[in-house]
Nanobody, 123 residues
């Protein structure tokens, strides 16, 4: 198991930016693919972005493509989600997740989750 802790959420105006961090501890972080997901009130948790263990493979949800950038620094055991041009519809609790092996877009494929960080975008 790897333990995950998100940080960097907050309140931002539409058009603004935030950078979320996901600090990992426990097992070797570089053995895990990392995903970012989000959950808005009354909605199901949805996929945002995923990065492979090496950083060589990255995939985004269409709703964030061109605005969000996922990255990782295995030396620091930390993953990131840079969010630019934020919209009110990006408001949600954002979660990082990790899984051994290749990345995935489905929530059910991940066994390791952080506690989440709130992102609120005002119009």
């Amino acid at each position: 198991q790897v333990q995950l802790a998100e940080s960097g959420g907050g309140l931002v105006q539409a058009g603004g930016s935030l950078r979320l961090s996901c600090a990992a501890s426990g097992r070797t972080f570089s053995n895990y693919a990392m995903g970012w997901f989000r959950q808005a009130p009354g909605k199901e948790r949805e996929f945002v972005a995923v990065i492979s263990w090496s950083g060589g493979n990255i995939y985004y949800a269409d709703s964030v493509k061109g605005r969000f950038t996922i990255s990782r620094d295995n030396a620091k055991n930390t993953g990131y989600l840079q969010m630019n041009s934020l919209k009110p519809e990006d408001t949600a609790v954002y979660y990082c997740a990790a899984k051994p092996g290749g990345g995935a877009t489905e929530v059910r494929r991940y066994d390791n989750w952080g506690q989440g960080t709130q992102v609120t975008v005002s119009s």
